[in-house]
């Protein structure tokens, strides 16, 4: 009667509803069915440059602390030897003892 009807057998009545049509049976070796992805290998390019940038680093490391230390010595030679303060001189000028007579000069010129 039901056939009659158009229902499925199957159904439950619910109409609109997603059926399962059949439980897929899970494995119990799930990652045995899986295909593996293979890993990259290293490749020696990267290797190498890395190799490299970590000895860069550690010179450039060893530079810095031996520059600081230059530094520090030239400040300190600096404050040691730093130029003491010039004494000025003062130069005493004599005042002319006698007012230049311009009068009496050119007479003297004169008589040459």
Do not use: C, W, Y
């Not at 009667?1 to 119990?28: C, F, H, R, W, Y």
């Not at 290293?42 to 490391?61: C, D, S």
């Not at 000028?93 to 004169?110: M, T, W």
């Amino acid at each position: 009667m039901e056939q009659i009807q158009g229902l499925d057998p199957k159904a439950s009545g619910e109409m609109g509803k997603n059926k399962q049509k059949g439980k897929k049976t899970k494995t119990v070796f799930q990652v045995a069915n899986k295909h593996l992805k293979h890993k990259n290998k290293a490749k020696p390019v990267t290797t190498t440059l890395k190799h490299i940038n970590a000895v860069k680093n550690e010179k450039v490391e060893n530079l810095n602390r031996i520059f600081t230390q230059v530094q520090r010595d030239v400040k300190s030679i600096s404050k040691s030897v730093a130029p003491q303060p010039k004494k000025q001189t003062q130069t005493v000028r004599e005042p002319p003892k006698e007012a230049v007579n311009v009068d009496n000069a050119a007479q003297l010129f004169s008589q040459l």
